[in-house]
Nanobody
């Protein structure tokens, strides 16, 4: 599967952005999908994930209550709605997909086999 992330940009503190991840392939509904982010000089970190049928979602504590992950399998799309953005949310955001992600791997990079290119999110103070 190939992934294409988009929707990043420059926004002020407290603003919102919606990231999109477009996937190729007719079997997208069989993949678990996650968003990770990487700020300059820092390691890539987990943001949010959603199981293949959309029934279970996982959030990092740092974004809980502010970010919402969703998916539309009919359109091969995953979204990350980001509200109440903070300067510390500034990073390159990546979407990733895994066909065999076990529960303990949902928040870890090792659970995902396919990665899209990143999209830059910059939150100004």
């Amino acid at each position: 599967v190939q992934l294409q992330a988009s929707g990043g940009g420059l926004v002020q503190t407290g603003g919102s952005l919606r990231l999109s991840c477009a996937a190729s392939g007719r079997t997208f509904s069989t993949y678990n999908v996650a968003w990770f982010r990487q700020a300059p000089g820092k390691e890539r970190e987990f943001v949010a994930a959603i199981r293949r049928n959309g029934g279970f979602k996982y959030d990092a504590d740092s974004v809980k209550g502010r970010f919402t992950i969703s998916r539309d399998n009919a359109k091969n799309m995953v979204y990350l709605q980001m509200d109440t953005l903070k300067p510390e949310d500034t990073a390159v955001y990546y979407c990733a997909a895994g066909a065999h992600t076990i529960l303990s791997q949902m928040r870890r990079m090792e659970g995902y086999d396919y990665w899209g290119q990143g999209t830059q999110v910059t939150v100004s103070s």
